[in-house]
């Protein structure tokens, strides 16, 4: 893991087309602008944490169903 001190204005570059800017610091609070690709899925923590989690849950619902039951009769 890298750590880094950043001030207001100031940028973290990742790769080449990835720019994390630094917009404000007030207490323990730090404002972050992120300038990615489209592509690139941005997701704040606990946000990503829960799809993931519901993703987990979809697949265990599948492992649960018989696919020969689901398929239409000929």
Known sequence: MLV????????IMIGDDIVINV????????RIAI???R???????????AIQEENQ???A?????????ALPLK
């Open 35 to 37: 300038d990615a690709p």
């Open 57 to 59: 849950k979809a697949a």
């Open 39 to 49: 592509e690139i899925k941005i997701y704040r923590g606990e946000i990503y944490r």
């Open 61 to 69: 619902q599948i492992k649960d169903v018989d696919l020969h039951d």
């Open 4 to 11: 880094l001190t950043r001030k207001p204005r100031q940028q």
């Open 23 to 30: 917009v404000e610091v007030q207490g323990e609070n730090v």
